[in-house]
Structures are given as structure tokens and as C-alpha cells.
């Protein structure tokens, strides 16, 4: 009864798990795995039920529903990898940091699990680390945004003078993927700025003027002011008037859009794999249509209409 109480409560989150999961192809099967075994049935179900309650308060219940996917199919390295996100966010890093290792050990090359791994080691300060294994996930896949932008973070953190060259070309290559993004720009413009690069501070300064229509005129009044800076290269100045401006630019719909195109929420502790890695992914179909179904028409009272006697 305590299991159905849940499956209420997360409902509504399941069936736009289930609406995203049809979006995705398959991975490739195990030979060993039937799906029309109760085992994988289950494990089916645990999976996404799983998914479903971590967007609800039920932490613990999201946890046991995946940890049974990984013991009843410890090759599954998704499962592995949730384990661990669900494991940072408690903050049992001891328990987390095992939980990634294992998926790694499945799946050494997936970007995703790489990308979780880096996030790991950042949040509990390894530099060093967190950057080899974004390096990783970005070989394994060069266009993920949102690696590129933290891996460009954790270089500023390791060292930004030793990193300057590296950190130069890898934001202009995220330029080169969102050319109209402004969270882009301006990081673009805040990079260039330090560096004292002229072309690519003032190439983003430029473009980031496009988009003055979406602002408010106290943020169009601190456009005017890095401009002029920009074209006088006050390079001392900039890095704070660039600061003011996007302070001012941040709170539009239009920026936190863009924003969110190429890192995670502020409050998101790490993210979810929201399929399976080497299990077959389930086969959704529309249940047949009932032939046999019928409508009968009748008159009903109209509403406000008085009943005589």
C-alpha cells in the first residue's frame, strides 16, 4: 500500500518520462535479455518510477527503485551513474564517488557518464580531476554545450593564466556553436576582456547590441558605456563594466533562455540519465482501439432549467 501511495504522488512526473523516453532510439541490446521477461518488465518500471519520484520528496523511495534496476541488471551502467547523482545530492560522496566508478567501469567512454564524473570532482573540490574527465566526455562528444561551458569553468578555476590559450579557443568554439546566445557573449566578452583580446571583445560586444531591444533602458545605458570602453580598449575598466551590464541583462526571460542552454539550473545537483545505456529500451505502443466501444445519446435538463411537478 505505502508503494501505491507514491505512484500517486508521482504520476503526473511518470508520463512526461514516458512522453521523452519515446523521443529516444535504442542502444545496443544484450543478447542475454529478453524484454518480455518479468525481470526487464520490472526493471522497466523501477527505472522510470525512479526518475519520476526525484522530481517529487520522495529521495529515498527514487533511490531504492533505481538501486533494484542495478542489482537486477549490475550491467546497466545508467543505473550506476543515478545511484551516484542521487548519492551527491545527500551528500554521501564516499557512496557517490563508488557509484560513478562503477558506471565508468560499464561505460568508459560515454560522455554522460564522464560529464557526471567531472561535476563530481568539482563539487567536492578536485580540480584537476574534474577537468581530465570533462577533456574525456568532450573527445567522446566535441558538440555537448554544456561540457564545453564547464569545462571552460574548471579551467579558470585550475589555473586561467597557464590555461589562457586553451580557455580562449574553447570559448570561441562555443561562440562558433551559439552564435546568438547572450549567456555566450558574455562570457565571451568577459574572457576577451581579460585577456586583453581587441577582435573577439569587440566581435561580442557588437553582437550582444542586436539583442538591446530586449532590455530595459538602464541595461541599454550600460551598453553604451562598455561599448565605449570597448572601442577605447580600457581593458582595466571593462571586466567590471561588463559585470554591471550583465547584472542588468541577467533577469530577462530572453538571457535566462539562453543561460540555460549551456549550463545546469544553479540549484541542480548534477542530472539524471533519462534512458537505459546498454539495456534494449522498451518498446511503447498504443493499445489497440476498442471496435467494440459505443455512444448513446440522450436529452439532459439544461442548466437552470426548473423542474415542474
Not at 102 to 128: C, M, T, W
Not at 221 to 227: F, T
Not at 252 to 273: C, H, M, S, Y
Not at 303 to 309: A, N, P, S
Amino acid at each position: 500500500m505505502v508503494e501505491v501511495h507514491y505512484m500517486k504522488k508521482i504520476l503526473p512526473v511518470l508520463l512526461v518520462f514516458t512522453a521523452h523516453l519515446i523521443l529516444f532510439g535504442c542502444s545496443s541490446e544484450p543478447e542475454d535479455v529478453s524484454t518480455e521477461s518479468d525481470q526487464y518488465q520490472q526493471a522497466v518500471s523501477d527505472f522510470y518510477v525512479s526518475l519520476g519520484a526525484s522530481q517529487t520528496q520522495e529521495a529515498r523511495f527514487a533511490f531504492n527503485k533505481m538501486n533494484d534496476v542495478a542489482r537486477a541488471y549490475p550491467n546497466e551502467p545508467a543505473a550506476w551513474a543515478n545511484l551516484g547523482v542521487y548519492a551527491m545530492r545527500q551528500g554521501n560522496f564516499e557512496l557517490a564517488d563508488e557509484r560513478f566508478r562503477q558506471a565508468r567501469e560499464i561505460a568508459p567512454d560515454h560522455p554522460e557518464i564522464l560529464f557526471l564524473s567531472g561535476l563530481f570532482e568539482s563539487r567536492r573540490g578536485n580540480v584537476d580531476q574534474a577537468v581530465l574527465f570533462l577533456r574525456s566526455a568532450l573527445e567522446s562528444d566535441p558538440n555537448h554545450i554544456k561540457i564545453q561551458y564547464s569545462l571552460i569553468e574548471e579551467l579558470e578555476r585550475q589555473d586561467d593564466v597557464a590555461n589562457a590559450e586553451e580557455i580562449l579557443e574553447r570559448v570561441e568554439q562555443l561562440k562558433n556553436q551559439l552564435p546568438e546566445n547572450q549567456a555566450v557573449l558574455f562570457e565571451v566578452a568577459r574572457i576577451a576582456a581579460k585577456e586583453q583580446s581587441g577582435p573577439m571583445l569587440r566581435s561580442a560586444i557588437e553582437t550582444l547590441g542586436e539583442f538591446s531591444y530586449l532590455w530595459d533602458s538602464e541595461a541599454i545605458e550600460q551598453y553604451e558605456i562598455v561599448s565605449e570602453a570597448t572601442e577605447e580598449r580600457d581593458f582595466s575598466e571593462l571586466n567590471f563594466e561588463l559585470t554591471f551590464l550583465r547584472n542588468a541583462v541577467e533577469p530577462t526571460a530572453a538571457f535566462q533562455q539562453d543561460l540555460r542552454q549551456i549550463k545546469l539550473e544553479p540549484n541542480e545537483v548534477g542530472f539524471l540519465i533519462q534512458r537505459f545505456l546498454v539495456l534494449p529500451m522498451p518498446d511503447f505502443r498504443a493499445a489497440e482501439p476498442d471496435l467494440e466501444i459505443s455512444f448513446a445519446s440522450r436529452e439532459t435538463d439544461r442548466i437552470g432549467e426548473k423542474h415542474h411537478t
